[in-house]
């Protein structure tokens, strides 16, 4: 069809292809067709020259052996099948496939009616006018859609009949689907129905068997439920008689038990003292043995330091004075002896570094040392620690140099940490908490045996006439340290 007979609006359909333009362009074609009288007559006189024979109706004689109703229905008269309208307005004036009936409207691809017509002509006759049959049953076309889409076009007046023949087929096979697909429903349901009914007697028919062995097992178990009832009760009123005697028997047990607990606790209690008076005596004994053994030990102690002290001193008596060159007998030395005897018993001062050296060389001598008493006088800058050790240090060289035996004695209420221990030839003492460093010096002259040289380096005159009366020899600090170096 010409471009300038489109009218404006449908010309942007034009170039779709006949299914596109059918799917998009087919509402707005209908309402041109119904609106635009010339647009319609152009389309009409284009199918009858491009198309002839396709805008003719079937008379009613020419369809006469045709079915009738929504039962003449051909292959092509569900959704797939189009209108004219949908199909002429191609710009490229359509091709037998695209524009024609087709095989999907039942009829032949020449452009032909179709197999369904009832003459087998090769054109239909031309359409019923209205005075001819307004009134008369419409005919059968191959195509009651396609016949109203022509009716339409051509302006027949049996127009409004062919739609309302179409639309009442359209209502009959909508009606007859529903009807088909409701006696399918009912068709599915029914034999579902049956089936269901049949499964439902299959299950009654079991559950009355099973309903039988239950009551049969039932009745079992309550047979065995009052056997084990009667046992049980049996068995509770031996358990009670049980625990009855268990009872009796435990009140007697415990009975017993208590006495015997008290009499082994009594024994214990014994056993414990035994025990104790035991042990007590033991340590009685050992303490006695060892108090025994230290006494002679002690007493061994002090004779072989006598005896090493009077050999000693004897010796050197005999070398300084060099007895046995002769001179006066002791009866020649009556006159005033007992007075300078006696006064020699008394420990000497020493006054000098010389008086030092020979009393440090006799033998068996005992050097103590008031150990602060010394260090303050001779170090008094430095602590008391450093004091302690420098003094042991210094000692212990003066003891190796001479043999002598050494202690030094701090007090120990000035130490905080824990006391040293003595170097080797220098034995440290400190004084317990209360007990001043003097008296243990005096304690140290007492314990030792009468006759042993002693020297006692301290400034302490208290100390010194107290250790003096007991045979010791003092010698001043500062002395000391002159020989010690310090």
Same mark, same amino acid.
């Given at each position: 069809?010409?471009?300038?007979?489109?009218?404006?609006?449908?010309?942007?359909?034009?170039?779709?292809?006949?299914?596109?333009?059918?799917?998009?362009?087919?509402?707005?074609?209908?309402?041109?067709?119904?609106?635009?009288?010339?647009?319609?007559?152009?389309?009409?006189?284009?199918?009858?020259?491009?198309?002839?024979?396709?805008?003719?109706?079937?008379?009613?004689?020419?369809?006469?052996?045709?079915?009738?109703?929504?039962?003449?229905?051909? $292959?092509? #008269?569900?959704? %797939?099948?189009?209108?004219?309208? +949908?199909?002429?307005?191609? #710009?490229?004036?359509?091709?037998?496939? &695209?524009?024609?009936?087709?095989?999907?409207?039942?009829?032949?691809?020449?452009?032909?009616?179709?197999?369904?017509?009832?003459?087998?002509?090769?054109?239909?006759?031309? /359409?019923?006018?209205?005075?001819?049959?307004?009134?008369?049953?419409?005919?059968?076309?191959?195509?009651?859609?396609?016949?109203?889409?022509?009716?339409?076009?051509?302006?027949?007046?049996?127009?409004?009949?062919?739609?309302? +023949?179409?639309?009442?087929?359209?209502?009959? #096979?909508?009606?007859?689907?529903?009807?088909? *697909?409701?006696? $399918?429903?009912?068709?599915?349901?029914?034999?579902?129905?049956?089936?269901?009914?049949?499964?439902?007697?299959?299950?009654? &028919?079991?559950?009355?068997?099973?309903?039988?062995?239950? +009551?049969?097992?039932?009745?079992?178990?309550?047979?065995?439920?009052?056997?084990?009832?009667?046992?049980?009760?049996?068995?509770?009123?031996?358990?009670?008689?049980?625990?009855?005697?268990?009872? @009796?028997?435990?009140?007697?047990?415990?009975?017993?038990?208590?006495?015997?607990?008290?009499?082994?606790?009594?024994?214990?209690?014994?056993?414990?003292? *035994?025990?104790?008076?035991?042990?007590?005596?033991?340590?009685?004994?050992?303490?006695?043995?060892?108090?025994?053994?230290?006494?002679?030990?002690?007493?061994?102690? @002090?004779?072989?330091?006598?005896?090493?002290?009077?050999?000693?001193?004897?010796?050197?008596?005999?070398?300084?004075?060099?007895?046995?060159?002769?001179?006066?007998?002791?009866?020649?030395?009556?006159?005033?002896?007992?007075?300078?005897?006696?006064?020699?018993? $008394?420990?000497?001062?020493? %006054?000098?570094?010389?008086?030092?050296?020979?009393?440090?060389?006799?033998?068996?001598?005992?050097?103590?040392?008031?150990?602060?008493?010394?260090?303050?006088?001779?170090?008094?800058?430095?602590?008391?620690?450093?004091?302690?050790?420098?003094?042991?240090?210094?000692?212990?060289?003066?003891?190796?140099?001479?043999?002598?035996?050494?202690?030094?004695?701090?007090?120990?209420?000035?130490?905080?940490?824990?006391?040293?221990?003595?170097?080797?030839?220098?034995?440290?003492?400190?004084?317990?908490?209360?007990?001043?460093?003097?008296?243990?010096?005096?304690?140290?002259?007492?314990?030792? /045996?009468?006759?042993?040289?002693?020297?006692?380096?301290?400034?302490?005159?208290?100390?010194?006439?107290?250790? @003096?009366?007991?045979?010791?020899?003092?010698?001043? #600090?500062?002395?000391?340290?002159?020989?010690?170096?310090?």
């Amino acid at each position: 069809m010409p471009a300038a007979d489109v009218p404006g609006p449908l010309r942007r359909f034009a170039k779709f292809t006949p299914a596109k333009r059918a799917r998009l362009g087919g509402q707005a074609l209908v309402t041109r067709l119904e609106q635009d009288p010339a647009f319609r007559a152009a389309v009409v006189a284009w199918w009858a020259e491009h198309r002839p024979g396709e805008l003719e109706l079937p008379d009613a004689g020419a369809a006469g052996g045709t079915a009738t109703g929504a039962d003449h229905g051909t $292959a092509g #008269s569900g959704a %797939d099948r189009g209108t004219a309208a +949908e199909h002429g307005t191609a #710009s490229d004036h359509g091709t037998g496939a &695209e524009g024609g009936t087709g095989a999907d409207h039942g009829t032949a691809t020449d452009h032909g009616t179709g197999a369904g017509a009832a003459t087998g002509a090769e054109s239909a006759p031309a /359409p019923v006018t209205a005075a001819a049959g307004r009134d008369a049953p419409l005919p059968a076309p191959v195509d009651r859609i396609d016949a109203a889409a022509v009716a339409l076009l051509t302006g027949d007046p049996l127009a409004p009949r062919w739609v309302a +023949e179409v639309e009442r087929a359209a209502d009959l #096979s909508a009606l007859r689907a529903e009807r088909d *697909e409701a006696l $399918a429903k009912v068709d599915k349901v029914t034999a579902e129905l049956e089936r269901v009914t049949a499964e439902l007697a299959e299950e009654r &028919e079991r559950a009355r068997s099973r309903v039988a062995d239950r +009551e049969s097992e039932y009745q079992q178990m309550r047979r065995r439920v009052s056997e084990q009832g009667a046992k049980l009760r049996a068995a509770l009123d031996a358990r009670a008689e049980l625990e009855a005697e268990v009872d @009796r028997l435990r009140a007697g047990a415990d009975e017993r038990l208590a006495a015997a607990r008290a009499q082994c606790e009594s024994e214990r209690e014994r056993a414990d003292q *035994e025990r104790r008076r035991a042990e007590s005596a033991a340590r009685e004994v050992a303490a006695a043995r060892q108090a025994a053994r230290e006494a002679r030990r002690a007493d061994e102690v @002090r004779l072989e330091l006598l005896i090493d002290t009077v050999g000693g001193a004897i010796a050197g008596l005999r070398r300084e004075l060099d007895i046995g060159a002769g001179g006066p007998r002791p009866a020649d030395l009556v006159a005033g002896g007992a007075g300078e005897a006696a006064g020699a018993r $008394a420990g000497v001062p020493v %006054d000098g570094l010389a008086a030092l050296d020979t009393l440090l060389a006799v033998p068996s001598m005992h050097l103590i040392v008031d150990g602060y008493n010394v260090s303050k006088t001779g170090y008094p800058d430095l602590p008391l620690a450093d004091q302690r050790s420098r003094l042991v240090g210094q000692l212990g060289a003066l003891g190796a140099r001479t043999g002598v035996e050494i202690t030094v004695v701090f007090d120990g209420a000035a130490v905080t940490a824990a006391p040293m221990r003595g170097t080797r030839g220098v034995r440290v003492l400190f004084s317990e908490a209360g007990v001043l460093a003097d008296d243990v010096l005096r304690d140290l002259v007492a314990a030792e /045996p009468a006759g042993r040289p002693l020297l006692v380096a301290t400034s302490d005159q208290e100390v010194v006439r107290s250790v @003096r009366r007991r045979g010791a020899h003092t010698v001043p #600090s500062a002395i000391l340290l002159r020989r010690l170096g310090g």
